[in-house]
């Protein structure tokens, strides 16, 4: 499965998600992007699931239009000590997501 870290996740974040191949927005080249235009060039880069911290993006975007997946983490910061307790999480959500679906974690 491929997987996104939207900017606002540490990079290294990837490290913890053994299994999935995880990138992240600046690596696509795709920072900076409002959400919509990023959901969509995720998408045709073939993403199947976008990890944010940034709850509102569901509200902002017809989720069940796009081929991807979005899980929204909530954590006490965006460091990477902070979001190691979800990544259990994380990965359960990871296991059984559905295209077009939202998940929030914990």
Partial sequence: MKVLLDENLPHDLRHLLP???VVTVDFLGLKGLKNGLLLR?????????????????????????????????????????DLRPVVPAILKALEGIA???????P
Wanted: glycine letters at 6%.
């Fill in 41 to 81: 060039s995720a998408a045709a880069q073939g993403i199947e699931v976008l990890i944010t911290l940034d709850t509102s993006m569901p509200f902002m975007q017809n989720q069940r239009d796009l081929p991807l997946a979005i899980v929204i983490v909530r954590a006490i910061s965006s460091k990477v000590e």
């Fill in 19 to 21: 299994g999935y191949d």
């Fill in 99 to 105: 295209p077009g679906s939202v998940v929030r974690v």
